[in-house]
DNA sequence: ATTTTACGTCAGTGTTGTTGACATTCCAAG
DNA sequence: CTTGGAATGTCAACAACACTGACGTAAAAT
């Protein structure tokens, strides 16, 4: 399991145990600073991150079912319920009785809903832009592919479903 | 805000709102599958997230101090003692008190405490492992060089601090 | 001697995950 | 057409883990 450090050459270098100690420690310090900014915004709505993932992937894919969200953020229907409870009372989202089939709800942003969703997003843009502008475009393409790599094999099919401006 | 996609030219395209949120959410869907492993692992003996986490910096620095932990760890004392206390009682770590100051206490792993770190890093190893070796070197220099980017200072800091191997 | 630091603990609260029970709707087999 | 099961979504209760605030102890610093 464990390679050794001396016995690698330059093109096996990024494979050493604690090379990829060293990246994990870098998702973990990487990912806190990514929801920074949202969760600050969050906190002075009430709302978790549980509230920005459902906001954000309505936006993403307005009318989608609530079984549709379930698939996409791994979590039980009672969680996302709760969270999309305090979304519709307090008029952020809509919740439509689907026409074809009545069993199910499709999901809107209201004009309240999108502009939150704005304001979360635009601040975790303004990081990732940041980070990006700071790294260069090869850089950029690196970690795409790392990260794409390292999903899920299900959700890296949804991933790649997802057109890139849609 | 918005940078229209017709009016950036190729070195330009990876900042387009549009493709800085599918950015967004391949760190959603990355995390996710970096951290599944572990999960299922943590699960077996009753632990969470948080205890991973005490483990791993534990293992990284051992005979580090609580109030060390706090800050790189990002939480309350009140939550990360929680967790170390029920470590300390199952017997996989010891809180030595310090020589030279008695008030501190310095934080080990012990035998138990070491196989469950290794069983943990080997799975999420393995998984980062497996995502590296599909990319290759250069992606994995992007990946790291943005993840280092989009951290907080005062922990990108920190991180910078830690030797490769340490 | 007083203040500050490091650590631990108790109590209370909020978000977010879980399971269990239940209502509604659709669909297909009898 | 009716009935039974599957799919969709809601409500209730509970657990994990974060938070704040208050308090206590011991030791170091001033």
Same sequence: chains 1, 2.
Avoid at 22 to 51: S, V
Avoid at 99 to 125: C, M, P, V, Y
Avoid at 134 to 150: C, H, S, T
């Amino acid at each position: 399991m464990a390679q050794d450090a001396r016995s690698g050459g330059e093109a096996l270098l990024f494979l050493t145990d604690e090379q990829l100690r060293k990246g994990i420690e870098a998702m973990f310090f990487a990912y806190r600073g990514f929801t920074a900014d949202p969760d600050r915004i969050l906190q002075q709505y009430g709302y978790g991150r549980a509230h920005h993932r459902a906001v954000h992937f309505i936006h993403r894919s307005p009318g989608t079912t609530v079984n549709n969200l379930l698939g996409i953020l791994g979590v039980t229907k009672q969680s996302l319920n709760r969270v999309l409870r305090t979304l519709i009372e307090d008029g952020l989202v809509e919740s439509r009785v689907g026409t074809r089939d009545k069993r199910e709800r499709h999901l809107f942003l209201t004009e309240a809903g999108i502009a939150l969703e704005r304001e979360l997003s635009d601040a975790q843009r303004k990081r990732m832009r940041d980070a990006y502008r700071a790294v260069g475009p090869d850089a950029v393409a690196g970690f795409r592919k790392v990260l794409e790599a390292m999903m899920e094999p299900e959700y890296r099919r949804y991933f790649k479903s997802l057109k890139e401006g849609e």
